[in-house]
């Protein structure tokens, strides 16, 4: 890139004359790529509100995971100097979160952190001939030196035990190394509290486990394919197996993952999966939160399932490969006692299994950090040291972790419906989405399907048509003239339930009769309460019956359902359709035991 590329403000050859600000010390992010970048992210908080300082970002090009670094950069919003500028610009201070690029070139002091927990992972060294077992990445002489001499001035490690690997490793960078704890385990320390809020961003409701599915990137980590490639059984098996009403399936990738083979492309994999409730976690912003938010997490090698493990949340370990990793590490030592998912075998009684019997191991919560919610100060402390001027006065804080939008889970696969009553006024209700064959519970079944099905022809079969919408949107009229006219138009379907809100679903039965069912917006999902009123109709009871409310059982878990008339809105298109003879029995529906 020539010099006609090189941005002039605040750095350049006539940033004297145009900058503002023209005396700040600088302060240069050197991003490898997205993952890199998150912690830097994490320590930008640590430089708020202090007039002396000027941030600036550049990017080294040498990573093969460069997707997504221009677009967060934009969304960080500081001057970005081309790498080959950014390599002849003095700074006070250049931070970075991997090893890659000429850091050794960069004209200022350089700060180096790690971009997961701590140093664990082999990765093939740069240097020609360096020997058949890669060492580990970050604390071995071939990152860690140039020329002999340590690239760094401050090495930033989270543990003492680290520092005891660097100077078995390489004891030439040993008087580098700084103490200075985890900021991004602090962030997750300090969300706890909020962890309810969490869960409500998730569509989480009273009796819920959300499951946390999460890989790594690499051909043997869970959702990769150079092992056993477990994941095109495991995906359709964790929506299908667990009852759709008491668990909440969603997963968290590697940004490496989601930026090496592109976001599109991962949507485009895990459709089926996604169309039976699972909810893809931003990776930058959302992952975190989820983390707090995770009942189990079925995980793997990575730092994420590390770090889930430090947090006291069981762990089952879906790929459990460790040749990867440096023997000595901590991670290492968890991934060989760590329980394993057997993918081949029923889910449920393992995930129930591992979180009844779950015993936190102290490992990971005590080796995660040495200095546990005292990061902010050791690294600014570090930080402003190395620039060579004092710190503020107000202390050092991270940012909080923002609350996720609402994102419950947008399930337009058919389920399988089994319901029970337990007596009056009460009844059991388990949904299954998409399984491939009958759910293992006895009890009444029918199939309740989502308007936006994939497939046309789940309608044909459907005994309860179901969408969610605001009350008033125009594209489908008013809940009472959608369902009429759906009803209308699939003669085998016995209720027709429109969803205006979490708590609240507006139903119409073959006989036209027009229903408000209403419940705690964390209760019950309004679409399982719709399936108990059709198989409390199907089984002859009479609305009569149900003056104090139904009671929906999800599990273990009663909700209270208020069944009233609704009023009927004015139609919006033409004068309303004459009443459909009453359905023929429905010829999905049928009684099995197990």
């Known amino acids: ?31 490898h790529n997205v993952t890199s970048a998150t912690r830097l992210l994490d320590v930008l908080p640590l430089f708020r509100d202090d007039l002396r300082v000027q941030l600036l970002a550049t990017c080294t090009g040498s990573s093969a995971f460069r997707a997504g670094t221009t677009e967060l950069l934009a969304e960080v919003g500081v001057p970005v100097l081309p790498w080959d500028q950014a390599l002849r610009t003095p700074v006070d201070l ?14 200022g002091n350089l700060a180096i952190l790690s971009h997961g927990v701590g140093y664990n992972k082999r990765l093939r060294s740069r240097e020609p001939g360096a020997g058949s077992r890669e060492p580990v990445f970050g604390l071995s002489p ?38 200075a704890g985890d900021p991004c385990f602090d962030r997750l320390l300090a969300a706890r509290p909020r962890r309810d809020r969490f869960r409500r961003a998730l569509g989480m409701r009273r009796g819920q486990r959300l499951v946390l599915l999460n890989s790594t990137w690499n051909p043997e980590s869970l959702f990769g394919d150079g092992g056993e490639d477990v994941l095109p059984a495991l995906l359709p098996r964790l929506t299908a197996e667990l009852p759709a009403d008491e668990y909440r399936v969603a ?7 989601w930026h090496g083979h592109g976001p599109g492309q991962i949507r485009m994999w895990l459709d089926r999966a996604r169309r039976g409730g699972l909810t893809l976690v931003d990776p930058l912003h959302g992952w975190r939160q989820a ?49 394993r998912l057997d993918p081949y075998r029923p889910l449920r009684p393992q995930l129930d299994a591992a979180t009844a019997h779950h015993v ?63 007596g009056a006024g009460e009844i059991d209700v388990a949904r299954y989405a998409q399984p491939r064959g009958e759910p293992d519970a006895d009890g009444e079944v029918h199939t309740a399907v989502h308007e936006d099905t994939l497939d046309p022809r789940d309608l044909t079969l459907a005994d309860v048509i179901l969408r969610q919408g605001a009350p008033d949107d125009l594209r489908f009229g008013p809940p009472a003239a959608w369902a009429s006219e ?74 209270q359902v208020g069944v009233v008339p609704a009023e009927p809105a004015p139609p919006l298109f033409g004068p309303p359709s004459p009443p459909s003879p009453p359905a023929p029995p429905s010829r999905n529906a049928r009684r099995y035991a197990t």
């Open 1 to 31: 890139m020539g010099r006609a590329e090189w941005i002039r403000v605040p750095v350049g050859d006539e940033a004297e004359r145009w900058a503002t600000r023209g005396r700040c010390r600088h302060v240069l992010l050197i991003v």
């Open 142 to 179: 071939e990152w860690l030196l140039a020329d002999g001499r340590p690239i760094a001035d401050a090495l930033v490690l989270s543990h003492p035990e680290q520092v005891e690997r660097l100077r078995a490793a390489c004891p030439e960078a040993a008087a580098t190394a700084v103490l």
């Open 486 to 559: 759906v009803l209308d138009r699939h003669p085998h379907c016995g209720l027709a339930a429109y969803i205006t809100g979490p708590g609240d679903c507006t139903a119409l039965t073959r006989d036209r009769r027009l229903l408000r069912l209403t419940t705690d917006p964390h209760a019950a999902d309004p679409g399982a309460c719709a399936s108990a009123l059709y198989a409390w109709l199907a089984a002859g009871k009479g609305l009569d019956e149900l003056a104090d409310g139904l009671t929906v059982w999800t599990g273990g878990t009663p909700s």
């Open 94 to 107: 250049a931070l970075s979160a991997s090893f890659g690029g000429q850091l050794q070139s960069c004209h």
């Open 251 to 257: 997963a968290v990738l590697h940004p490496n993952i």
């Open 360 to 422: 936190p191991v102290p490992g990971p919560a005590e080796l995660t950090s040495s200095a546990p919610g005292d990061s902010a100060r050791l690294l600014r402390r570090t930080f402003y040291g190395l620039m060579g001027i004092p710190e503020p006065t107000e202390p050092a804080l991270l940012d909080p972790l923002p609350l996720p939008p609402y994102e419950p889970p947008d399930r337009t696969a058919p389920l399988r419906v089994i319901t029970r009553l337990r």
């Open 291 to 339: 983390l707090l938010a995770a009942d189990i997490t079925l995980g793997d090698f990575g730092s994420v399932t590390y770090y889930s493990a430090a947090l006291g949340t069981p762990v089952l370990l879906g790929a459990a490969a460790s040749d990867g990793l440096g023997e000595d590490s901590p991670v290492a030592a968890f991934v060989r006692a760590a329980p």
